[in-house]
């Protein structure tokens, strides 16, 4: 998506500390805590025109928010 220049969105639902260690750089990132990220203040940050890329340490939250499992969903 990069390399092709496509518009998309990083959405890091990493804990705040975490981030403050290893969080992203890239321009367009989203910083919003899995537990949080179901809150419909956060849900209207998330743009629905663009893809959006979900990251964490490992995946496992990443994919919780993705699919909805674990999220109260």
């Known amino acids: 998506m990069i390399k092709k220049k496509e518009d998309f969105v990083i959405l890091d639902v990493r804990t705040p500390q975490e981030q403050s260690i290893v969080g992203s750089t890239w321009k367009n990132t989203l910083n919003?805590?899995?537990h949080e990220v179901f809150?419909?203040?956060?849900?209207s940050k998330i743009p629905k025109d663009k893809k959006v890329v979900v990251v964490c340490h490992s995946g496992e939250r990443a994919w919780a928010v993705v699919t909805g499992?674990?999220?109260g969903l």
């Open 32 to 34: 919003i805590p899995m």
């Open 39 to 43: 809150k419909p203040e956060n849900l």
């Open 69 to 71: 499992e674990g999220c």
